[in-house]
């Protein structure tokens, strides 16, 4: 490749990265900004059911000042936005897909949050592991991926892509110097939720509260093994929240 050619290729990458869209959304906390990488990473307005308005609920009535929020799960950052907006909190946000994890990072820094949110990509198991990505779909803001299958909370998918990531276990995740320990959890993770849950049986004990997604596998088959772990870490479910919002997601909380 001739000097000019790269050079006109430079250019171009630079122009096609200036005239990147952005969208705001306007929450009860304020504005946040996106980067529009694809039609997946668009953000839906926080009163949508699409958007799961509960989720911006519980984290705006349970995330306290100066607590810590896991995002397991964390997609484009909607959520870890939200809960660090205020600058008051700080959050620790896993995302296994390189490419919303690439969103991610660009949200946050378009926001002015890089010293609130801890962004890793990684996904969360019952193991520590090196694991596929499973991907439905490779684009940022993508979501039905899986971790280790090709199944999801809706059963078998396409395949249109593979990704090597690290799984971690929650509880080996918080034995890790400078992770800032949990008081609240959320966790959304397309099926996977039982898993992660084996394997944060110590942090769980330790947590406030946990948003869970129940939908599809977890509802119809998980749902026993699920509350049975969070039930042993003293975790009951405040059962008011299964009407809310989009009503995929359930609370559980240290009474």
Known sequence: MGIDERTKLKTHARLVESFKETQLIDTDRGALIFRVDSPGSVPQDPSSDRSEPETFEWISEYLKEGQVLWDVGANIGVFSLYAAISKKNKVLSLEPSAESYATLNANIRLNGLDKYIQALCFAGDKETNLLDLYMKDTSAGASHNSIGSSTNQFGEFEVNGYQSVIAIKLDDL????????????????????????????????????????????NLEENLKDIEEIVSLAGLTEEESWRNKGSGRNRLYLRK
């Open 174 to 217: 918080s034995e890790i110097n400078g992770v800032p320990s949990p008081h609240h959890i959320k966790l959304d993770v397309d099926g996977k939720e039982l898993e992660i849950l084996k394997g944060g049986t110590k942090v769980l004990s330790t947590i406030e509260s946990i948003h869970v997604e129940i939908e599809g596998r």
